[in-house]
């Protein structure tokens, strides 16, 4: 079931001139429907939510032009930065925000490379979010200086980057591969694997392999 809302009547767009589109790309249900009601009763901008990429790729290919798409990271679907320029570039014009906990810097600031204008934390009070909305769509970025500061703290585990091999030996883990598929896949041997595994977990600052997939989540590795 699809939690995309359908297309407004002629009716309700022409109530809706002069207001703001959004789109709420969040897979965590409860929040994105605390925020869309806030937004809507507050704010009087037309709202429609989405639970997964695919989802949300539908919702930008309708009727419905955006002004703003709310872009959580770890929705299903989504897969790092590929992802989030392909939304860019689907939904443009509208200006799209990472939505989202915990970043590491230096993917936020490939994600500003590419588009993104700026970043809204969920722990932001949602009193907040219309004035930072507003300010976003005419035509700034916004990055909350703290968390600027929390990615980079965020990030001093992993500034011994992870090589092309442990990335890949992460992303088959973080999968459910067990060391010996990961050898079989890689042509290597279970001891190669456990050492690129203790080499992520140290680079990381994991506690185990679990841990790690998790620390790679919020990080968007991959």
Do not use: W
Not at 87 to 101: H, K, M, N, Q, Y
Not at 186 to 195: I, P
């Amino acid at each position: 079931m699809t939690n995309v809302d359908t297309k407004p009547s002629n009716v309700e767009a022409n109530a809706l001139q002069g207001s703001l589109n959004i789109l709420i790309a969040d897979d965590h249900r409860l929040l994105g429907e605390a925020v869309a009601n806030l937004l809507r009763a507050g704010a009087g901008f037309y709202v429609k939510t989405a639970e997964t990429y695919d989802e949300t790729v539908k919702a930008i290919n309708s009727d419905t032009v955006f002004d703003i798409v709310l872009l959580d990271l770890k929705m299903p679907g989504m897969v790092g930065l590929d992802s989030v320029k392909a939304i860019v570039e689907r939904s443009s014009p509208a200006r799209v925000v990472l939505f989202t906990g915990q970043i590491d810097r230096h993917f936020l600031n490939s994600a500003l490379d590419i588009g993104v204008r700026g970043l809204i934390p969920k722990t932001m009070p949602l009193q907040s979010l219309t004035s930072v909305i507003q300010l976003i769509n005419s035509g700034q970025v916004f990055v909350p200086m703290q968390e600027l500061n929390a990615a980079g703290e965020s990030s001093a585990g992993t500034d011994a980057k992870l090589s092309e091999k442990e990335l890949f030996v992460l992303r088959l883990a973080a999968d459910g591969m067990t060391n010996k598929e990961i050898a079989r896949d890689m042509g290597a041997t279970e001891v190669t694997v456990k050492m690129h595994m203790r080499s992520i977990c140290k680079k990381l600052g994991a506690r185990n392999r679990a841990h790690a997939a998790i620390i790679s989540r919020e990080l968007a590795l991959f």
